[in-house]
């Protein structure tokens, strides 16, 4: 009889494991597809409209890849033995604007830094961004032109993963844009806040159509397209959920990693501090100059505005700044005088790669500190 009922328990056991093994595959299923879904139903789309025509420098069959554009969804690519008659020219429709939620967004994105990664790579699957790191959609009309300001030092691996994933997934979101690495000369302390407000007088000078400016890390990856690079009616902070951060927003006002301001609201603020040498507190200080002004920082959903960040140590020249907390505390007394309005900079070199701009700028040293009696 105690057999019996031992037999009846391990049998009621390997059940009960079975089960559970079955119900764990079925939730790793479930989240297998929740991630490819997206990506294989917009590929089917588009295959579907264009399988005939399989352009030679397409990029589809990657999560970050798009095929260049040749105007309204389902038009033949022009060939090139054909030239447009006359009467062809004069009755080609004018170019629309650019649709609030461009058509073409794949939603969540497979972002992953081990695979070998080559500048001449990311050149050779973004054939049609400009000198210079531009592009302009060839089938709508953009509702803004955007520049791309990325704070810079000794991260040439950094910036060709950042450049083989942002590339893509700008042209997808149908932006006019362009990339500027504003690169500080020199080993003095490295000073983020200051290179971007270089970087918005330096683009502003290559081209005054631009009116929205993304200030990012080169660290940083988004790991969805519908996270969208452009500016808003209120200041906006892209990297809510960092992986670094468990994937949460880590303080109310936190304003790190990737921001986009207008260039009103830029000017408003009178742009960034110029005295935060060193890592640390700039943000805040920016933070504290947005509701000081009257705004408010928007943000998109924690499930979109998630970003993979490269891991790497922390930079030479660029330790924790010990004054950042003093610093935060005085912004409504110094946001006035110390900013875009005082910005002082030299001037080194400006170099216009394929897939971005190089601005190469000597911004100072930090004045020095006061010996403690």
């Not at 790793?28 to 089917?44: C, E, G, K, P, T």
């Not at 260049?68 to 008659?85: D, L, R, V, W």
Request: aromatic letters at 10%; a positive charge; hydrophobic letters at 35%.
């Amino acid at each position: 009889m105690t057999r019996l009922l031992l037999g009846v328990t391990l049998e009621r056991i390997c059940k009960a494991v079975l089960l559970l093994c079955l119900l764990h595959f079925v939730i790793i299923m479930i989240l297998y597809f929740d991630v490819y879904a997206q990506h294989l139903d917009f590929f089917s789309r588009f295959n579907a409209r264009n399988a005939s025509r399989a352009h030679p420098f397409s990029n589809s069959s990657r999560p970050n890849g798009t095929v260049p554009s040749y105007g309204p969804a389902g038009a033949e690519a022009p060939s090139p033995s054909t030239k447009p008659s006359t009467n062809q020219s004069t009755t080609e429709k004018p170019l629309q604007p650019c649709q609030e939620t461009p058509p073409g967004l794949v939603g969540r994105l497979l972002i992953e830094f081990s695979s070998p990664m080559s500048m001449e790579r990311v050149q050779r699957e973004n054939p049609d961004v400009r000198q210079g790191g531009k592009y302009t959609p060839p089938d709508c009309l953009p509702r803004q032109k955007v520049a791309i300001l990325i704070p810079f030092r000794h991260r040439e691996h950094h910036l060709k993963y950042w450049l083989h994933y942002l590339h893509p997934i700008l042209r997808r979101q149908k932006v006019a844009y362009g990339i500027y690495i504003i690169n500080q000369f020199g080993e003095d302390t490295f000073n983020r806040a200051k290179l971007l407000n270089v970087g918005f007088m330096e683009a502003l000078k290559d081209d005054e159509e631009y009116d929205c400016f993304i200030f990012s890390d080169v660290d940083l990856v988004p790991m969805d397209d519908r996270n969208l690079y452009r500016c808003y009616e209120q200041p906006r902070h892209f990297a809510v959920g960092m992986d670094k951060f468990g994937f949460r927003l880590p303080y109310a006002g936190y304003f790190g990693g990737v921001s986009g301001l207008s260039k009103s609201q830029f000017l408003k603020i009178n742009g960034f501090p110029n005295e935060y040498w060193g890592w640390g507190g700039e943000d805040d200080d920016i933070f504290n100059r947005i509701s000081l002004n009257g705004m408010k920082v928007s943000r998109p959903d924690i499930r979109i505005g998630r970003y993979r960040m490269i891991k790497h140590e922390r930079d030479k020249h660029n330790e924790p700044n010990p004054q950042r907390f003093t610093k935060i505390q005085n912004t409504k007394m110094t946001m006035k005088r110390d900013g875009i309005s005082s910005l002082q900079y030299r001037l080194v070199e400006i170099s216009r790669q394929p897939m971005y701009t190089n601005i190469t700028v000597e911004i100072g040293r930090p004045p020095p500190r006061l010996a403690r009696g």
